[in-house]
Every structure is written in structure tokens, then in C-alpha cells.
């Protein structure tokens, strides 16, 4: 008799986590005006999102964490996105791929609260990166990597202090 109580006890606990966890209500995914991607999942209650990227074959992962699908359709893929796969690495986490092409991307992800007809979305968005190209002697370009923009701010010398002279003698 203790064992059945046990075994009901058991059984409530996991009902009570199963109804209290997050679902995924919809995805979709599309193109946005600029050739990127707009990745959006809207939920029924705010979620853990942790977002990584895996390589050999490039892929982007979102677990959901204590979040399940519910009636989620297939995801059609869009843009540059080659496929897109859904499945659970554990009881708890709902996970999602999306296969990245060879090329460079940029991502951004937020989580946007409900408003008026809407539940929570978490949003994710790709673009490619652009390489800046420089000419060269012969007149051809070529590509280079692209880097982060540095501004230096000099709020420059004044007062007592007239700055530094240089080998010329001058300030």
C-alpha cells in the first residue's frame, strides 16, 4: 500500500511539472528585406533561451529550457537557412536547429513580452556578413576581413599641460 502511495505521489509531481512547463505554440521563419533571416517562436510563458553554434556542419542551436512543443507544425525553412530540425536532448528542453551555410552570419536574439493578442516570442535574427573590399595596384579588389570599427576619443591637451613635443620641437 506504501508503494502505491509513493508511485501516486511520483505521478502528480511529474504531472504538475509536465503542466507548468513552457510550450512552443508556433515557429516560423523568413526572409527579411536586407537577405537576412527572421527566426520568431512564440510562447505561451517566458522561457530560457540559450543560444549556441556548432560547427562540421555549421548549425545554430536554441534549447528552450523546461519548455516542450505543442502542436508546432514542420518548419519551413527561408533564405539562406538550408534545413531546420526540431527534437528534445532531454525530458526537460526543447531544442531546435537551423544548418547555417559556409558563409559568415551575424545573430541577434531578444525575448519580446506579450502585447495586446500576442504571447511571449523569442526572436531571432541572421544576417550575412559583408567584407569590405579594397583595390590594389593592378586595379583589381580584393577581399579583406572585416573588423570592429575602434573610436578613440582625445579630449586633447590645455592649461598647464601643452601636450607632447615630438623630435621637430613641435607640440
Known sequence: MRWIKKALLLFLLLWASVCSAQTIESVRMSQ???DGVRFVAD??????VKVFRLENPSRLVMDFAGTRFGQTKAIASAGFI??????APDAQTARIVLD????????KHFLLAPQTGKNWRFVLDMDKVVSATKETK???????????KIIVLDPGHGGQDP?????SGKY
Open 100 to 107: 547555417l551555410p559556409n558563409f559568415e552570419l551575424t545573430e
Open 163 to 167: 601636450g607632447a613635443i615630438s623630435v
Open 82 to 87: 538550408k534545413g531546420v530540425r526540431t527534437g
Open 138 to 148: 593592378t586595379g583589381t579588389s580584393s577581399k579583406t576581413t572585416p573588423s570592429k
Open 43 to 48: 510562447l505561451d510563458k517566458k522561457a530560457e
Open 32 to 34: 527579411t528585406p536586407a
